[in-house]
């Protein structure tokens, strides 16, 4: 990529993908003739029941026509290491199933920096660097060996600044990185950071955390004070406003080969059923606006990010997001599911991400966004996920705890009295740098209580190594069609039962599992 390579500026916002406040309720008219007592679903293959794309539509001349699918077909399968042809419409991601066992799916995502083998865990480098590791670390240990990476369009956007980023050659040669990146898009932060974000039809107005000089910090926590605040920070030019057009600019200039819509995200804890309808319809008229504004589709794959709370009732606001998605089928060459992790019931959890992979066409891949508890990506795989993210495993290795198989959580508090005479490696078959290296719990529990930082370093490329062992276990099942066993097996490894001195599975993983005709019985 060049400084040509994306627009100097952001394009001015489309007023034809705004809504009036008096609408912002209403449902989108191209949803107008959608048939809310069917499933909403298109593009399914066995295992999956027929898709329900029968739709009435209004033709050019006026009159009504159906469509439907009679029977969901076989999932069309590709050889393993089948070259991709790039063709239109997505000239930049072809995608290749090569094995499923039942709904798990062992896949390849071809991208312009490389193919990425599916069900994968992306590690999280929000400002393009992993915490404590160098790209070599992660590219040059059989143990990593990352296909792909994600950063985040905020924080890149506030330092050190996209702008740099393109004119140093985009994201990937900035931080030397020849592999494959992801971008979220921002919207992320419209939870984390709720407290400094306004959210309006036309974006979403960040108070900058580095420039602000913030009176709450005193103490003072009223809402005059907070719009005092605001005000004086747009004054001082310390407020970021990021629109659909603005995120899709940042992403332009970072050059990652997968970028996000930006979405209205709301808080899956919230009570507000008003709010969560406004964003769930705002979503799809911000994606309009990011589709209109994306200006690098020949080599940058633009994902979009269903919404809608917690709601799958039939022709709620899940059925709603993806009717609109389905709309759209043609400009997406993936999807991601959004809205989860943010503090919801397991069972709520599950539910959306069953309801949506049911949905979601099988030929692109689905990206569940934020989720990274090896459990978890255990449970959704057998629901039909093919990518995660999440800061879990290397923030959790900053605190000096390491992934391990065994007993629920499934974690080894490496700080705790009990390691400090404890001289085995921290899993004896595990190929990363500290138990290759043959750093004993002792040791490490002995740096890190001396804040040692290559301690850290050692424990957080322990953790990615974990997880690249459980992407290649999930892989080798779906190939044998022997899922169903790993999953039964992974699960009792940690739940072995009260009657065993362990602990009972929760029922939201005999719920999920089912879901995906896995029975632990």
């Not at 990425?116 to 480098?125: A, N, R």
Request: a negative charge; glycine letters at 8%.
């Amino acid at each position: 990529m060049n400084k040509m390579s994306s627009p100097a500026e952001p394009p001015e916002t489309n007023p034809a993908f705004v809504a009036k406040e008096e609408d912002f309720t209403k449902l989108p008219s191209e949803l107008a003739h959608v048939d809310w007592t069917k499933p909403i679903s298109w593009g399914k293959h066995e295992p999956y029941p027929p898709s329900h794309d029968a739709i009435t539509r209004i033709t050019d001349d006026g009159d009504q026509q159906a469509s439907t699918v009679a029977s969901a077909p076989p999932l069309p399968l590709t050889p393993e290491g089948t070259v991709p042809s790039f063709k239109p419409p997505h000239q930049a991601l072809e995608f290749h199933v090569h094995a499923a066992s039942g709904r798990a799916r062992y896949t390849t995502v071809h991208l312009p920096h490389g193919p990425v083998s599916t069900p994968v865990f992306m590690p999280v480098g929000t400002k393009g660097t992993l915490k404590g590791l160098s790209p070599m670390d992660v590219t040059n240990s059989d143990a990593l060996n990352n296909q792909i990476i994600l950063a985040n369009t905020y924080h890149l956007a506030l330092q050190p600044g996209t702008e740099l980023v393109r004119d140093a050659g985009g994201l990937h040669n900035f931080m030397n990185w020849d592999r494959n990146i992801l971008t979220d898009s921002g919207g992320f932060q419209m939870v984390s950071l709720l407290k400094l974000a306004e959210i309006t039809e036309e974006g979403v107005t960040f108070e900058n955390p580095f420039l602000s000089d913030n009176n709450d910090k005193e103490g003072e926590t009223s809402s005059n004070t907070k719009k005092r605040t605001r005000q004086e920070a747009a004054e001082s030019g310390s407020m970021m406003l990021l629109r659909p057009e603005d995120s899709i600019y940042h992403q332009n200039n970072i050059g990652s080969d997968i970028i996000m819509a930006l979405d209205d995200v709301v808080s899956s804890v919230a009570d507000d059923k008003t709010r969560f309808e406004i964003a769930t319809y705002r979503t799809l008229r911000w994606l309009d606006r990011c589709f209109a504004a994306h200006r690098r589709p020949h080599d940058q794959n633009l994902f979009p990010i269903v919404q809608g709370g917690l709601d799958v009732s039939r022709g709620g606001l899940r059925d709603v997001c993806l009717a609109g998605f389905r709309e759209r089928d043609d400009k997406a060459p993936g999807y991601a599911i959004g809205g989860l992790a943010g503090g919801e019931s397991k069972d709520d959890f599950w539910k959306v991400v069953d309801h949506c992979c049911r949905a979601l066409p099988d030929t692109k891949p689905r990206y569940l966004m934020g989720v990274g508890y090896p459990l978890d990506l255990v449970v959704c795989t057998g629901l039909g996920v093919d990518m995660y993210d999440c800061v879990y495993p290397t923030r959790t290795a900053r605190f000096g705890v390491a992934l391990i198989d065994g007993e629920a959580p499934g974690t080894l508090r490496l700080k705790s009295h009990a390691c400090s005479e404890d001289y085995r490696v921290i899993m004896h078959d595990c190929k990363c740098m500290a138990c290759a290296g043959g750093y004993t719990r002792s040791r490490l529990h002995a740096m890190l209580k001396n804040d040692n930082p290559f301690a850290v370093s050692l424990v957080t490329h322990h953790n990615l190594a974990y997880m690249m062992a459980l992407n290649k276990r999930m892989r080798d099942a779906i190939k044998n069609d022997t899922y169903g066993d790993f999953a039964r097996s992974f699960v009792r490894d940690q739940y072995r039962g009260k009657d065993s001195g362990g602990q009972d599975v929760p029922k939201w993983v005999k719920d999920a599992l089912a879901a995906a005709e896995i029975s632990l019985d």
